[in-house]
């Protein structure tokens, strides 16, 4: 709508990330990582866009992810 000035009002949200490694005496570190544990869906944003059909845009945070990283340092 032309002059609509509504605020859009996004719920507070918690995220957990967990990350635990070891290092080793030659530079090496291994860590194994969860980011946004618990899967929670959450809005990081939201705009209007007129390319919308309802002119509203929501952006939601990534899933769940995991992995390991293998760190070298010089």
Do not use: H
Request: no cysteine.
């Amino acid at each position: 709508m032309a002059g609509d000035d509504r605020q859009f009002i996004l719920d507070s949200y918690e995220k957990v990330d967990v990350r635990v490694g070891v290092s080793s005496e030659d530079n090496f570190r291994v860590e194994a990582y969860v980011t946004n544990a618990t899967d929670e869906i959450y809005a990081t944003g939201a705009a209007r866009n007129g390319f919308s059909p309802r002119g509203n845009v929501l952006r939601v945070g990534p899933p769940r992810q995991f992995g390991l990283r293998i760190v070298k340092d010089f």
